[in-house]
C-alpha cells in the first residue's frame, strides 16, 4: 500500500562535480514505527451453519462446540516515506528518504457467536472465552513482532541506495520506487510474522484442547 509522499526539495549547488552521481553516504532515515489492534467486535446474528461455513472461506475447521464459534482478524503492513532532493550538479538531483513510517497493524477483528447458543449457557462461556483467546493471541504476537518489524526496518534503511535524478519531475517517481524497495524487503518478514502466529494460533485449536474444553460443560 502507499500513502501520500511530502517531497521537501532543497538544492545546493555544488560547484566542481565532474559526475552525476549521489554520494556513497547519506544521512539514515527516521523509522516511524506505528501498529494498531483494530477495535474488537462480537457478532451473534449467525447460525452455526453459517458460521461454518465462514470458517471454511478462512481456511479455519473448528471442532465439537467451537464449531459454534469463529475469530477473524486482517493483518496490513503500510509504508510510506518522506523524501528529499538535494542538488548534487546543476542537473543532477540525489533523493533519498527523511523518515519511514512502518504501520503494522489489525483490521476488523471480529468475534463471532452461534445465535444457537444460550448467552447464558456453559457451552456459550466457553466458545466465547476460546475466541477471545484468539484474539489474545494475535495482540501477543504483534507486540512480539514489533521490535523485530523495528529492527529490519532499519537494517533496510542502512541497504537501500538513493536514487540519482535528473529533473525535479522525476522525485516523486524515484520516492516511489524506494517506497517499493521497502515493501519488497519487508513483506517476507510480514510472511513469516502470519506464519509464526498461525502456529501459536494451532496450539489453542488442536485435538487435545479441544477434547479438554469439549469436557468442561459435561
Do not use: W
Not at 481456511?59 to 516515506?81: C, K, P, R
Not at 456453559?122 to 523495528?150: G, M, S, W
Not at 525535479?168 to 524487503?185: F, G, M, P, V, W
Request: aromatic share 10%; with cysteine.
Amino acid at each position: 500500500m502507499k500513502k501520500l509522499f511530502f517531497i521537501l526539495i532543497s538544492f545546493f549547488y555544488l560547484t566542481g562535480l565532474a559526475t552525476a552521481k549521489c554520494p556513497k553516504e547519506v544521512p539514515l532515515p527516521k523509522i516511524i514505527l506505528k501498529s494498531s489492534y483494530g477495535k474488537l467486535q462480537y457478532i451473534s446474528d449467525k447460525n452455526n451453519q453459517q458460521i461454518t461455513d465462514l470458517a471454511a472461506t478462512h481456511g479455519i475447521i473448528e471442532q465439537g462446540i467451537f464449531a459454534y464459534g469463529l475469530s477473524t482478524v486482517q493483518i496490513h503492513m503500510d509504508v510510506s516515506l518522506k523524501a528529499i532532493g538535494d542538488s548534487v550538479a546543476e542537473y543532477d538531483i540525489c533523493v533519498y528518504p527523511t523518515t519511514v513510517e512502518l504501520s503494522i497493524y489489525f483490521a476488523d477483528p471480529t468475534i463471532y457467536i452461534s445465535n444457537q447458543l444460550s448467552p447464558k449457557s456453559c457451552e456459550y462461556n466457553v466458545v466465547l472465552r476460546h475466541e477471545q483467546t484468539h484474539q489474545q493471541i494475535n495482540k501477543a504476537a504483534l507486540d512480539y513482532f514489533l521490535p523485530l518489524f523495528n529492527s529490519a526496518a532499519s537494517k533496510i534503511a542502512a541497504s537501500i541506495k538513493p536514487i540519482n535524478v535528473s529533473n525535479i519531475s522525476e522525485i516523486d517517481a524515484a520516492s516511489n520506487e524506494l517506497t517499493e524497495k521497502y515493501n519488497q524487503k519487508l513483506r517476507p518478514l510480514l510472511t513469516f510474522f502470519k506464519q509464526q502466529l498461525l502456529k501459536e494460533q494451532l496450539k489453542l485449536d488442536n485435538s487435545v484442547n479441544y477434547q479438554h474444553e469439549n469436557s468442561l460443560c459435561r
